[in-house]
């Protein structure tokens, strides 16, 4: 049985960033490529903010209003800034903050820079593993 303390313990390294004048068509190509449902909206510049888009953003902002995928950039249905979740944050605390915040996946970040990914998945099969 495995012990999961932190967050950083649970968090998976599939952290990918595209830039935020890419095309949505882009975004869900590197999605699939990478085998991922979020990627990281690049800073402009030091004072900016990183961004999210994910599969739930796409769905909800391009494919249900019929919207092409080549006329939609990555920045007009991205979520900016990006809530991140502290790697040496209890685990227990996570899906609380997340849920709270209303977010489903969500960079973690340690030293001011992001470590990987994490989602509600990772609690369902840490809670699993602890059986």
Known sequence: METYTTAKDIT????????GLASIRDAIQLMKDKEVRALIIQKRNAADANGIITIIDIISNVI????????????????????????????????????????????????????GIIDYRQFLFAALLAK
């Open 64 to 115: 249900i209003p019929e919207r092409t995928l080549e006329e939609v950039s990555v920045y007009e249905v991205m979520t900016k800034p990006v809530l991140s979740i502290p790697s040496h944050l209890n685990v227990k605390y996570v899906p609380r903050l997340m849920y709270n915040s209303k977010i489903r996946i969500a960079p973690v970040e340690e030293n001011g820079k992001y470590i």
């Open 12 to 19: 998976l390294d599939k952290l990918y960033y595209i830039d």
